[in-house]
């Protein structure tokens, strides 16, 4: 019985694919792209029926007649507009060549079960365990690098912010961080005096987390406020990398530079071209002049 319904979202293809957009469009004009989702699918998302049952709908298809159709009920505020008058966030993509990366954590035998398994029962569970472990291996290779880095930017008063898809992940950055902070004070940088350091991810306890974020706001400010962001560890969701980058493109900010490190010949190269495959549909549907680039980034092309 509504006469007017307007829905807002900042990202409307946050996975990059256009079965995101079916519950969007139905809610706002119902009926308008069918009754049903698995038209929707057939026509938009290249969907086939999958080798275990159910529909495959990860693909995208006639999405220029999808932007055609959609343009009556959308109205896109680009990148330019709605950032203008925000500090520059420049991202880069850096790719360590298997030289300057370190020898991975002694995770083969973690891989080879977690890869087992999801062969044996193909649940999505399993394949996600799979997969976080290859991530985790891959993203041990960078401690030289990634280290270096956040030292050489506190050691210039800035501050620095490290982002990654893991739990476990988290909690071994921050080790590694805080053992390599704690050497340099003993060799008498930052005036003697331990950095604050702080970590934390949904497994932490409530309590603690609180605490962190005030103290994290007595003294930096906020994340807008960081010189140096970096991505150990990709998201394969387009919407979680714009997630996670704006946490820093907010007024009061200054412009930060965001660096994603990739391994060479390692799952980073798989993940980069899923998250670059994604962008793909983004850029056809969308302006999104913030992905220009992007995908040819994480490709390893420029």
Request: with cysteine.
């Amino acid at each position: 019985s509504l006469k007017l319904r307007i829905g807002l979202t900042a990202t409307p293809l946050d996975d990059g694919r256009p079965r995101r957009l079916w519950s969007q469009l139905d809610l706002l004009s119902p009926g308008t792209f069918g009754m049903g989702y698995r038209r929707f699918a057939y026509r938009y998302c290249a969907a086939h029926e999958g080798e275990y049952g159910g529909l495959v709908d990860t693909g995208s298809s006639n999405i220029e007649e999808l932007k055609a159709r959609a343009s009556f009920l959308i109205q896109e505020v680009t990148h330019t507009e709605s950032h203008g008058q925000l500090p520059a966030t420049r991202v880069q993509v850096v790719w360590l060549d298997p030289s300057d990366q370190n020898r991975p954590a002694a995770m083969k035998r973690v891989i080879a079960a977690a890869e087992k398994q999801a062969l044996k029962t193909h649940s999505e569970e399993d394949k996600m365990r799979a997969l976080e472990a290859n991530l985790m291996e891959a993203s041990s290779r960078k401690r030289k690098y990634v280290v270096e880095e956040v030292l050489e930017g506190l050691r210039g008063k800035g501050k620095v912010v490290l982002f990654t898809a893991r739990r476990q992940d988290c909690e071994d950055w921050a080790s590694r961080i805080t053992k390599a902070l704690q050497k340099e004070v003993k060799r008498g940088n930052f005036r003697n005096k331990m950095p604050d350091v702080w970590w934390g991810h949904g497994g932490t306890d409530d309590r603690e987390r609180e605490e962190m974020v005030v103290s994290f706001r007595k003294s930096v400010d906020g994340l807008q406020t960081a010189d140096l962001a970096m991505f150990t560890m990709l998201p394969w969701r387009p919407g979680d990398f714009e997630q996670w980058k704006g946490r820093f493109d907010r007024l009061g900010g200054r412009p930060t530079l965001l660096k994603v490190v990739l391994a060479k010949r390692t799952y980073d190269e798989k993940i980069s071209g899923i998250l670059a495959e994604k962008i793909g549909p983004i850029r056809q549907f969308l302006a999104a002049e913030q992905h220009e680039g992007l995908d040819d980034q994480l490709k390893g092309i420029a």
